[in-house]
Protein backbone atom coordinates (compact mmCIF):
# COMPACT_ATOMS: atom_id res chain seq x y z
CA UNK A 1 0.00 0.00 0.00
CA UNK A 2 2.89 1.78 0.55
CA UNK A 3 4.24 1.50 -2.70
CA UNK A 4 1.29 2.56 -4.43
CA UNK A 5 0.44 5.80 -2.21
CA UNK A 6 3.99 6.86 -2.94
CA UNK A 7 3.27 6.35 -6.49
CA UNK A 8 0.01 8.00 -6.35
CA UNK A 9 1.97 11.17 -5.31
CA UNK A 10 4.74 11.23 -8.00
CA UNK A 11 2.34 10.70 -10.55
CA UNK A 12 0.79 13.92 -12.67
CA UNK A 13 1.85 17.26 -12.06
CA UNK A 14 1.29 19.40 -8.55
CA UNK A 15 1.48 18.64 -4.86
CA UNK A 16 -1.14 16.11 -3.14
CA UNK A 17 -2.73 16.86 -0.12
CA UNK A 18 -4.30 14.04 2.31
CA UNK A 19 -5.64 14.43 5.55
CA UNK A 20 -8.52 13.51 8.56
CA UNK A 21 -11.65 15.78 8.73
CA UNK A 22 -13.27 14.99 11.89
CA UNK A 23 -17.05 15.87 12.38
CA UNK A 24 -18.41 16.62 15.75
CA UNK A 25 -21.21 17.57 17.28
CA UNK A 26 -24.75 16.92 18.57
CA UNK A 27 -26.64 13.60 17.81
CA UNK A 28 -28.79 14.50 15.02
CA UNK A 29 -27.21 17.42 13.46
CA UNK A 30 -26.75 16.09 10.68
CA UNK A 31 -23.07 15.10 10.68
CA UNK A 32 -24.11 11.42 8.93
CA UNK A 33 -25.59 13.16 6.27
CA UNK A 34 -23.08 15.85 5.64
CA UNK A 35 -20.47 12.79 5.03
CA UNK A 36 -22.86 11.59 2.67
CA UNK A 37 -23.20 14.58 0.87
CA UNK A 38 -19.57 15.42 1.19
CA UNK A 39 -18.99 11.93 -0.40
CA UNK A 40 -21.44 12.00 -2.71
CA UNK A 41 -22.90 9.13 -2.02
CA UNK A 42 -24.65 6.82 0.87
CA UNK A 43 -21.67 5.82 2.56
CA UNK A 44 -23.14 6.10 6.80
CA UNK A 45 -26.32 5.15 8.53
CA UNK A 46 -28.75 8.29 8.62
CA UNK A 47 -31.80 8.03 10.51
CA UNK A 48 -34.42 10.32 12.36
CA UNK A 49 -33.36 8.26 15.10
CA UNK A 50 -30.35 9.64 17.73
CA UNK A 51 -27.15 7.72 18.01
CA UNK A 52 -27.12 5.89 15.87
CA UNK A 53 -23.76 6.17 14.28
CA UNK A 54 -21.49 4.23 16.67
CA UNK A 55 -17.92 3.62 15.10
CA UNK A 56 -16.03 6.33 13.31
CA UNK A 57 -16.96 5.41 10.03
CA UNK A 58 -15.13 6.90 6.90
CA UNK A 59 -16.24 8.62 3.51
CA UNK A 60 -13.04 9.47 1.14
CA UNK A 61 -13.60 12.77 -0.63
CA UNK A 62 -11.51 13.70 -3.42
CA UNK A 63 -11.14 16.88 -4.53
CA UNK A 64 -8.42 17.76 -7.70
CA UNK A 65 -5.94 16.63 -5.75
CA UNK A 66 -6.36 16.27 -2.66
CA UNK A 67 -7.92 13.42 -0.27
CA UNK A 68 -9.82 14.54 2.73
CA UNK A 69 -10.89 11.17 5.03
CA UNK A 70 -13.84 11.70 7.02
CA UNK A 71 -14.69 10.53 10.47
CA UNK A 72 -17.98 10.47 11.28
CA UNK A 73 -17.91 10.68 15.33
CA UNK A 74 -20.50 9.32 17.47
CA UNK A 75 -22.49 12.09 18.84
CA UNK A 76 -21.56 14.14 21.80
CA UNK A 77 -24.12 13.50 24.66
CA UNK A 78 -23.73 13.42 28.64
CA UNK A 79 -23.15 9.71 28.74
CA UNK A 80 -25.20 7.79 31.21
CA UNK A 81 -24.12 3.92 30.65
CA UNK A 82 -20.84 2.72 29.65
CA UNK A 83 -21.52 1.96 26.03
CA UNK A 84 -22.17 6.14 26.15
CA UNK A 85 -19.30 7.01 27.61
CA UNK A 86 -17.39 4.61 24.87
CA UNK A 87 -18.95 6.23 22.33
CA UNK A 88 -18.05 10.21 23.64
CA UNK A 89 -14.33 9.39 24.17
CA UNK A 90 -13.99 7.73 21.13
CA UNK A 91 -16.20 11.25 19.55
CA UNK A 92 -13.24 13.29 20.86
CA UNK A 93 -10.25 10.72 20.38
CA UNK A 94 -11.50 11.13 16.76
CA UNK A 95 -11.40 15.22 16.91
CA UNK A 96 -7.61 14.92 18.65
CA UNK A 97 -6.39 13.20 15.78
CA UNK A 98 -7.90 14.97 12.87
CA UNK A 99 -5.90 17.36 10.63
CA UNK A 100 -8.96 19.52 10.88
CA UNK A 101 -12.11 19.63 13.17
CA UNK A 102 -15.89 20.15 11.65
CA UNK A 103 -18.16 21.45 14.51
CA UNK A 104 -21.92 20.97 13.61
CA UNK A 105 -24.54 22.75 14.84
CA UNK A 106 -28.17 22.59 13.60
CA UNK A 107 -29.60 26.32 12.70
CA UNK A 108 -32.78 25.33 13.93
CA UNK A 109 -32.09 24.39 17.46
CA UNK A 110 -29.09 27.26 17.57
CA UNK A 111 -26.82 27.65 20.55
CA UNK A 112 -28.16 25.30 23.06
CA UNK A 113 -26.90 23.43 26.11
CA UNK A 114 -25.38 21.00 24.10
CA UNK A 115 -23.85 22.54 21.79
CA UNK A 116 -22.68 25.12 24.55
CA UNK A 117 -21.04 22.36 26.09
CA UNK A 118 -18.98 20.89 23.35
CA UNK A 119 -17.58 24.47 22.62
CA UNK A 120 -16.40 24.82 25.95
CA UNK A 121 -14.38 21.87 25.57
CA UNK A 122 -12.77 22.89 22.37
CA UNK A 123 -9.74 24.88 23.56
CA UNK A 124 -8.86 21.09 24.34
CA UNK A 125 -8.47 20.32 20.88
CA UNK A 126 -5.29 21.73 19.25
CA UNK A 127 -6.16 21.67 15.85
CA UNK A 128 -8.01 24.07 13.46
CA UNK A 129 -11.63 23.80 13.86
CA UNK A 130 -14.34 25.37 11.80
CA UNK A 131 -18.01 25.73 12.48
CA UNK A 132 -20.30 24.36 10.46
CA UNK A 133 -24.27 25.33 10.51
CA UNK A 134 -26.25 23.10 9.14
CA UNK A 135 -29.93 22.64 7.85
CA UNK A 136 -29.72 26.26 6.85
CA UNK A 137 -33.23 25.22 4.74
CA UNK A 138 -35.38 25.01 8.06
CA UNK A 139 -34.06 28.86 8.74
CA UNK A 140 -34.47 32.38 8.07
CA UNK A 141 -30.78 34.36 6.88
CA UNK A 142 -31.13 36.73 9.62
CA UNK A 143 -30.74 34.42 11.97
CA UNK A 144 -28.17 32.66 10.98
CA UNK A 145 -25.92 34.94 10.94
CA UNK A 146 -26.76 36.28 14.26
CA UNK A 147 -26.14 32.24 15.41
CA UNK A 148 -23.07 32.33 13.53
CA UNK A 149 -21.63 35.85 15.19
CA UNK A 150 -23.05 34.51 18.85
CA UNK A 151 -21.30 30.76 18.67
CA UNK A 152 -17.84 32.38 17.38
CA UNK A 153 -17.90 35.46 20.23
CA UNK A 154 -18.14 31.91 22.21
CA UNK A 155 -15.13 30.47 20.65
CA UNK A 156 -13.62 32.03 17.35
CA UNK A 157 -13.39 29.37 14.61
CA UNK A 158 -10.74 29.64 12.20
CA UNK A 159 -13.93 29.72 9.47
CA UNK A 160 -17.57 29.67 9.50
CA UNK A 161 -19.86 27.64 7.08
CA UNK A 162 -23.24 27.42 6.48
CA UNK A 163 -24.56 24.62 4.42
CA UNK A 164 -27.83 22.23 3.96
CA UNK A 165 -26.71 18.51 4.06
CA UNK A 166 -30.06 18.16 3.03
CA UNK A 167 -30.31 19.81 0.00
CA UNK A 168 -26.34 20.36 -0.92
CA UNK A 169 -26.65 24.38 -0.15
CA UNK A 170 -22.84 25.36 0.84
CA UNK A 171 -21.31 21.53 0.02
CA UNK A 172 -18.90 22.43 -2.94
CA UNK A 173 -17.69 25.58 -0.90
CA UNK A 174 -16.83 23.27 2.33
CA UNK A 175 -15.47 20.34 0.46
CA UNK A 176 -12.91 23.25 -1.36
CA UNK A 177 -12.15 24.30 1.78
CA UNK A 178 -11.45 20.57 3.39
CA UNK A 179 -9.33 19.85 0.26
CA UNK A 180 -7.08 22.87 0.47
CA UNK A 181 -6.37 22.59 4.37
CA UNK A 182 -5.56 18.91 4.67
CA UNK A 183 -1.68 18.69 4.87
CA UNK A 184 0.60 18.59 1.84
CA UNK A 185 1.40 15.11 1.31
CA UNK A 186 0.60 11.75 -0.50
CA UNK A 187 -2.75 9.82 -0.54
CA UNK A 188 -3.66 7.80 2.25
CA UNK A 189 -5.46 5.66 -0.18
CA UNK A 190 -4.72 4.74 -3.54
CA UNK A 191 -7.47 5.84 -5.66
CA UNK A 192 -8.37 1.65 -6.69
CA UNK A 193 -8.83 1.03 -2.81
CA UNK A 194 -11.31 3.81 -2.17
CA UNK A 195 -14.56 2.21 -3.54
CA UNK A 196 -13.49 -2.04 -2.26
CA UNK A 197 -12.71 -1.54 1.20
CA UNK A 198 -15.95 0.22 2.85
CA UNK A 199 -18.49 -2.27 1.18
CA UNK A 200 -18.50 -4.75 3.99
CA UNK A 201 -18.63 -2.20 6.58
CA UNK A 202 -21.63 -0.22 4.15
CA UNK A 203 -23.38 -3.82 4.53
CA UNK A 204 -23.79 -3.91 8.05
CA UNK A 205 -24.79 -0.31 8.35
CA UNK A 206 -27.67 -0.73 5.53
CA UNK A 207 -29.20 -3.95 7.58
CA UNK A 208 -28.79 -1.87 10.70
CA UNK A 209 -30.88 1.31 9.29
CA UNK A 210 -33.31 -1.17 7.95
CA UNK A 211 -33.63 -2.30 11.30
CA UNK A 212 -33.79 0.65 13.35
CA UNK A 213 -36.26 2.12 10.27
CA UNK A 214 -38.55 -1.10 10.83
CA UNK A 215 -38.33 -1.02 14.55
CA UNK A 216 -38.57 2.19 15.71
CA UNK A 217 -38.32 2.71 19.50
CA UNK A 218 -38.96 -1.04 19.78
CA UNK A 219 -35.33 -2.10 19.18
CA UNK A 220 -32.59 -1.49 21.42
CA UNK A 221 -29.33 0.37 20.66
CA UNK A 222 -27.20 -2.48 21.87
CA UNK A 223 -27.25 -3.91 18.77
CA UNK A 224 -24.50 -4.75 16.39
CA UNK A 225 -24.62 -6.66 12.92
CA UNK A 226 -21.28 -8.19 11.94
CA UNK A 227 -20.33 -9.96 8.21
CA UNK A 228 -19.62 -13.85 8.71
CA UNK A 229 -19.30 -14.78 5.63
CA UNK A 230 -18.70 -12.73 2.09
CA UNK A 231 -18.02 -14.45 -1.34
CA UNK A 232 -18.55 -13.78 -4.99
CA UNK A 233 -20.51 -16.52 -6.31
CA UNK A 234 -21.41 -17.35 -9.59
CA UNK A 235 -22.43 -15.01 -12.21
CA UNK A 236 -20.55 -12.13 -10.54
CA UNK A 237 -24.10 -12.22 -7.18
CA UNK A 238 -22.18 -11.79 -4.09
CA UNK A 239 -23.51 -14.10 -0.87
CA UNK A 240 -23.13 -12.27 2.24
CA UNK A 241 -23.97 -13.89 5.86
CA UNK A 242 -24.34 -11.25 8.68
CA UNK A 243 -25.32 -12.12 11.73
CA UNK A 244 -27.56 -9.21 14.39
CA UNK A 245 -26.48 -9.78 17.75
CA UNK A 246 -29.02 -8.53 20.75
CA UNK A 247 -28.59 -8.49 24.37
CA UNK A 248 -31.97 -10.68 25.37
CA UNK A 249 -34.34 -13.39 23.81
CA UNK A 250 -36.91 -10.94 23.92
CA UNK A 251 -35.21 -8.37 21.84
CA UNK A 252 -34.23 -11.19 19.57
CA UNK A 253 -37.84 -12.48 19.37
CA UNK A 254 -38.58 -8.75 18.29
CA UNK A 255 -36.17 -8.99 15.81
CA UNK A 256 -37.19 -11.90 14.10
CA UNK A 257 -41.17 -11.31 14.35
CA UNK A 258 -44.25 -13.17 13.89
CA UNK A 259 -42.94 -16.03 12.02
CA UNK A 260 -39.67 -14.56 10.72
CA UNK A 261 -41.85 -11.73 9.09
CA UNK A 262 -39.72 -8.97 10.61
CA UNK A 263 -36.74 -10.28 9.89
CA UNK A 264 -37.53 -11.30 6.20
CA UNK A 265 -38.88 -7.78 5.48
CA UNK A 266 -35.52 -6.28 6.86
CA UNK A 267 -33.39 -8.50 4.83
CA UNK A 268 -35.72 -7.81 1.50
CA UNK A 269 -34.75 -4.23 2.03
CA UNK A 270 -31.55 -3.87 3.21
CA UNK A 271 -30.62 -6.36 -0.29
CA UNK A 272 -32.55 -4.39 -2.33
CA UNK A 273 -30.23 -1.47 -1.22
CA UNK A 274 -27.06 -3.44 -1.47
CA UNK A 275 -27.60 -4.74 -4.39
CA UNK A 276 -28.55 -1.14 -5.85
CA UNK A 277 -25.09 0.19 -4.15
CA UNK A 278 -23.30 -2.32 -5.18
CA UNK A 279 -24.46 -2.60 -8.72
CA UNK A 280 -24.83 -6.49 -8.56
CA UNK A 281 -27.58 -8.54 -7.39
CA UNK A 282 -27.00 -9.52 -3.80
CA UNK A 283 -27.73 -12.87 -2.00
CA UNK A 284 -28.29 -11.86 2.51
CA UNK A 285 -28.79 -14.42 4.62
CA UNK A 286 -29.35 -12.58 8.61
CA UNK A 287 -29.20 -14.64 11.63
CA UNK A 288 -30.15 -13.06 14.93
CA UNK A 289 -28.22 -14.65 18.06
CA UNK A 290 -28.05 -13.46 21.38
CA UNK A 291 -24.77 -12.36 22.90
CA UNK A 292 -25.25 -12.16 26.51
CA UNK A 293 -23.42 -9.40 28.66
CA UNK A 294 -22.54 -7.40 25.58
CA UNK A 295 -21.98 -3.83 27.05
CA UNK A 296 -19.30 -5.00 29.58
CA UNK A 297 -17.31 -7.46 27.03
CA UNK A 298 -13.76 -5.25 26.37
CA UNK A 299 -13.40 -7.24 23.42
CA UNK A 300 -16.45 -5.90 21.38
CA UNK A 301 -15.85 -2.54 21.83
CA UNK A 302 -12.51 -3.12 20.77
CA UNK A 303 -14.16 -4.50 17.46
CA UNK A 304 -16.29 -1.58 16.90
CA UNK A 305 -13.16 0.54 17.31
CA UNK A 306 -14.36 2.16 20.67
CA UNK A 307 -12.19 2.63 23.48
CA UNK A 308 -12.95 0.53 26.65
CA UNK A 309 -13.97 2.81 29.72
CA UNK A 310 -12.39 1.00 32.93
CA UNK A 311 -15.14 2.62 35.14
P1 LIG B 1 -26.20 12.73 13.04
O1 LIG B 1 -26.77 12.06 14.24
O2 LIG B 1 -25.52 14.01 13.41
O3 LIG B 1 -25.32 11.85 12.22
O4 LIG B 1 -27.45 13.18 12.12
P2 LIG B 1 -28.07 12.51 10.80
O5 LIG B 1 -27.17 12.78 9.64
O6 LIG B 1 -28.45 11.12 11.08
O7 LIG B 1 -29.35 13.44 10.58
C1 LIG B 1 -30.38 13.56 11.53
C2 LIG B 1 -31.66 14.07 10.88
O8 LIG B 1 -31.50 15.41 10.36
C3 LIG B 1 -32.10 13.23 9.67
O9 LIG B 1 -33.50 13.12 9.71
C4 LIG B 1 -31.64 14.07 8.47
O10 LIG B 1 -32.41 13.85 7.32
C5 LIG B 1 -31.84 15.48 8.99
N1 LIG B 1 -30.95 16.46 8.30
C6 LIG B 1 -29.62 16.37 8.13
N2 LIG B 1 -29.14 17.43 7.45
C7 LIG B 1 -30.21 18.22 7.18
C8 LIG B 1 -30.36 19.50 6.48
O11 LIG B 1 -29.43 20.13 5.98
N3 LIG B 1 -31.64 20.01 6.45
C9 LIG B 1 -32.71 19.36 7.00
N4 LIG B 1 -33.90 19.94 6.91
N5 LIG B 1 -32.58 18.18 7.64
C10 LIG B 1 -31.37 17.60 7.73
MG1 LIG C 1 -24.77 9.94 12.56
Known amino acids: ?6 ETAREGEGETRAGFAALIGAPNVGKSTLVNALVGAKVTIVTPK ?3 TRTLVRGIVTDGRSQVVLVDTPGIFPPRRRLDRAMVTTAWAGAHDADLVCVLVDAKRGFDAETEALTEKLPEVAKPKILVLNKIDTVEKPKLLTLAVEINARHKFDATFMVSALNGDGIADLKRYLAEHVPAGPWLYPEDEIADAPAQSLSTEITREKLFLKLHQELPYQLTVEVEDWKEVRGGALRIEQTIYVERESQRKIVLGEGGS ?9 RKELSEL ?5 HLFLFVKVREGWGDDPERYRE ?5 PRE
Open 1 to 6: MLATTN
Open 304 to 308: MGLEF
Open 278 to 282: LERPV
Open 262 to 270: MIKSIGAAA
Open 50 to 52: VQT
